[in-house]
């Protein structure tokens, strides 16, 4: 794996911050000789008129930090003008005015020292360097933070093709990989990387699709399969034809979803901002009525207190902990989720994930392995079972669902030959019908053929016993009379019963919708510990369910496939779509999970609450800590416990880096959230 990709942003805040933090040492140096941080008993111990050499050193001392306030500093003062500009004010105006008044009121000392009271002349440059030099380092700790929770998605977008060799006009040749086209033929050869999502024209092969799904064994490729880019082509060579290419591929899209994911704002993000934009304004007029108070009841030293308690006010108060506290946890939460191969679409739905009380679950392909195979077949009387499976299957095989698939491959598997069929309709949930050999075949379920009037008793028996197996049971008829019935198993994934488990001991009451017969339905309810069952539902009435679930008060979460399951995906207060997130799951559903994974259902909620409890723990003490720290700043202590009571503006800036630093490092606990799906 390469170095990452240089960041512009990281290295200008490391260089800023190390200029800084290199003259803020130099002027630290000169105040830690003659004083300590806490105690301003010792400010002006100066004579009132300084000698000229210590003028001229704290001439130096102001040029030294001017620089710094100037190049390291300056996007501070430009976001505190452009605030002003709109009519606001933001973390940059109390930065730029605390360490601003610091170099201001320092200058006015060096320039006419005797304007001051006696004791009082005594300048703060070094509160102006290190207090710009910390704010960067909690900003250099932040983008740091950013970087490494998108190293996940560097890495899969570093998996995409450089080249892809291109045959056109009969000639191979070797392009670069943005100049693929949809439709060109693409050759990939034995071990190579597949550079684009298509479509298999030729050759056999297995794709290691792990990078993608999470599932390690690769995947046998023949003519017709989908293939994607990024994925690494095995022992066999083979030839596609490109159906995404660029920003439209399977690989493109997945970090598409996440970057967006992770730059949006949860509802609770818009708390803080009605709280910033009352707090910054509160914050700059208790700097004002601190200063005077100091100013008018401190005595000689009075304007000295005024100014070092207005500052540190200004610069303590800075809210960029309570700015940090959404992002910062959104950014890392999400980058696990999709390490863990879990996509969640926003911050809206990270927010609602982590507040669901019920799961509704599809059956086929989410609770169960969603590879049905042919278990069984009956004859009517006077018929055979292989004419019932061969009739039955001339149908089956013009449909993808995969019931109809397990049927069509079980009458292959027996070597039955198959007549053709003409006329074929697809009847939305309940079944198909069409014309073989001259005869009108319908195949589905038993209250779409009672419907069309057909008589099943004679099958009765047979559909019972399966149905109590929670076998899937077709009928088949022909011209009206029963030909016979066909049962069909789909294995239950070894994990459902655990993650059902884990669903309920979450406070996630799990409910099964499937357009699957009652009793089948329940044998595998039963199977894997649900209770609560909606059976034989067509798949434009799984949303009414949902419905039904949310007028009841419920928060719900949908699983399904994400394209039958379409309506009730959009339905749910968050849909979860199953798959590979190549299809229309990944535009569908509020979150994709990789790989079909059915234990990231209760990680994606896990993952979410933790996230948002982070988010609420950041925020609670970025508040609490400001609202303290303000009090201290003020100076309100000093007449009851002392002047070391006073906080200087270098410690106060550090203060409030050191929150900033705080938030970070509580978010990114977040990486080390356990995730097993």
Request: glycine share 10%; aromatic share 4%; proline share 5%.
């Amino acid at each position: 794996m390469s170095d990452p990709a240089p960041d512009p942003t990281l290295d200008r805040l490391r260089r800023q911050f190390w200029q800084a933090a290199a003259v803020g040492v130099v002027l630290l140096g000169g105040m830690i000789l003659d004083m300590g941080p806490f105690h301003l008993e010792s400010l002006g111990s100066h004579a009132h008129e300084p000698s000229r050499g210590l003028r001229l050193w704290w001439a130096v001392q102001g040029l030294l930090s001017l620089g710094v306030l100037l190049g390291p500093g300056r996007a501070f003062f430009v976001g505190a003008w452009n605030a002003v500009k709109r009519r606001a004010a933001n973390m940059d105006t109390l930065i730029a005015l605390g360490t601003g008044s610091a170099w201001l009121f320092s200058t006015a000392v060096v320039v006419a020292p005797d304007r001051f009271p006696p004791g009082t002349a005594m300048p703060f440059y070094d509160a102006a360097a290190v207090v710009t030099a910390l704010v960067l380092l909690g900003q250099w700790l932040e983008a740091r933070a950013r970087r490494h929770t998108t190293d996940a998605l560097r890495k899969l977008t570093e998996l995409q093709a450089k080249s892809a060799c291109v045959v056109r006009d009969g000639q191979e040749r070797e392009v670069p990989i943005d100049q693929v086209v949809v439709g060109d033929r693409v050759r990939v050869r034995p071990g190579e990387r597949i550079p684009v999502d298509g479509a298999v024209l030729v050759g056999h092969s297995h794709v290691d699709e792990s990078m993608l799904t999470g599932e390690p064994i690769p995947v046998p490729k023949e003519a017709g399969s989908a293939v994607f880019g990024g994925t690494v082509n095995g022992p066999g060579a083979l030839t596609l034809s490109a159906t995404q290419v660029g920003a439209h591929s399977a690989l493109a899209q997945i970090v598409e979803m996440v970057k967006r994911a992770q730059a949006s704002r949860p509802s609770i993000a818009r708390v803080v901002d009605r709280v910033s934009a009352v707090f910054v304004p509160a914050v700059m007029i208790i700097a004002i009525l601190t200063f005077l108070a100091w100013t008018n009841l401190g005595g000689e030293r009075g304007l000295l207190y005024g100014v070092v308690t207005a500052a540190a006010v200004l610069l303590i108060a800075c809210p960029c902990a309570l700015g940090l506290a959404t992002p910062i946890s959104l950014t890392v939460g999400v980058g696990r989720m999709a390490e863990a191969g879990i996509l969640v679409r926003n911050g809206e739905a990270l927010e609602t994930a982590a507040r669901l009380n019920v799961m509704v679950l599809d059956k086929t392909g989410t609770l169960t392995e969603g590879r049905p195979t042919l278990a069984a077949v009956v004859a009517a009387p006077g018929h055979e079972e292989n004419e019932v499976l061969a009739l039955t299957a001339a149908v089956e095989v013009l449909s993808e669902h995969p019931v109809a698939v397990a049927i069509a491959v079980g009458a292959r598997q027996r070597g039955l030959s198959l007549p053709a069929a003409q006329g074929f309709q697809a009847m939305s949930g309940r079944g198909v019908l069409a014309r073989v050999e001259g005869r009108r075949l319908l195949v589905g379920s038993h209250s779409f053929l009672a419907g069309e009037g057909v008589d099943l008793d004679s099958l009765a028996a047979a559909a019972e016993a399966w149905a109590d197996q929670g076998r899937t049971v077709v009928f088949a008829a022909a011209d009206g009379q029963a030909l016979g019935a066909l049962a069909v198993s789909d294995q239950v994934k070894p994990e459902a019963e655990q993650v059902v488990a884990h669903l309920r001991a979450m406070g996630c009451e799990p409910v099964m919708v499937t357009g699957d017969e009652a009793r089948a339905a329940r044998a595998v309810a039963s199977a894997v510990g649900i209770e609560k069952v909606f059976a034989s539902v067509l798949p434009g009435d799984k949303a009414a369910r949902i419905r039904e679930l949310q007028g009841q008060g419920k928060l719900v979460g949908m699983v399904g496939d994400g394209i039958n399951d379409a309506p009730a995906l959009a339905q749910a207060d968050v849909g979860f779509a199953m798959g590979s997130g190549t299809d229309v799951a990944i535009e569908a559903a509020d979150v994709t999970l990789l790989g079909g994974r059915l234990q990231a259902v209760p990680d994606a909620i896990a993952a979410s609450r933790a996230t948002l409890r982070n988010i609420k723990q950041n925020l609670l003490g970025a508040f609490f800590y400001n609202v303290l720290a303000v009090g201290i700043a003020t100076g309100v202590l000093v007449p009851f416990l002392g002047p070391g009571w006073f906080l200087s503006p270098l410690l106060a800036g550090a203060a409030m880096s050191m929150s900033s630093v705080t938030v970070v490092s509580n978010a990114l606990r977040l990486r080390r959230v356990p995730l097993r799906g």
